[in-house]
């Protein structure tokens, strides 16, 4: 089989071809991310002497179990690559829904609206995670 | 067309694409699938218990892990095709490897997920 291969210059830089490179370099950093977090977490278990699973477990769900980590800046460092990880998975997820939904769905006014819905969503629930993980 | 295709999920996994197709369709519904754990997480983050509990469950887990897991591996394939075209004569070798991958990745997830519900 022959492979096809287009620059971007003769493929043209679309709405369509952004999002496919967009999607692509967002899950290079999501596995990029999750490499870090569990060589950072068993680093920090190391350091510290506390459970890997509760690090992992508190950075996840900063408000339901106390900090376990002593010093400040590995808390800092801790909640922001958890930021990280949820803003970067929720901009893949959101081209992800969308394209399945634009795959089935053939409606132009639905398309829109889910668009539309989604965006929002992705957003929201954005918002939401920050906060929380910052301020627990 | 969109809504008024007629095939059936079993019909189109008979499609000659086979294999890479079990790899689309699974994958679709991969994402889908953390697309709920997401919203989960999210109210589970703003403190509704009972989505806490659900991430907690045993069986939520070994759904959330088959499909999840399968997400990411095949994902990377996918990933790494797309940066290195001259390899996707070599896709079909890449889906089996992937699957293998897979199997052990996914068998290990569950037997700690199933040790640690049922204890032993």
Redesign the interface.
Known sequence: ?A???LSIKKRGLNFETFMWAFT?FT??AM?GLILLGILGGLRLSMMTGVNFGNIMYWA??P??VPVPLGQVWMNIVVRLMVIAFVLV??GH?VH??LE?WDD????ESARRWARNIVITYAIL?SI??VY??LTA | MGLKRNVSLSTALGYKGQGPYLTFILHRIGGSALFILFTVYILSLLGVRSMHALMSNWLFQVVFLVFALFHAINGLRITILDLFPKLIEHFRIAINIEWVVYILVAGFALFVVLRTAFGG
């Open positions: 089989m492979t096809r291969t692509r899950v290079i596995y996840f769900f408000n339901m998975a929720c997820g992800g829904v399945i089935y769905v053939t409606n629930a939401v995670a929380v993980i």
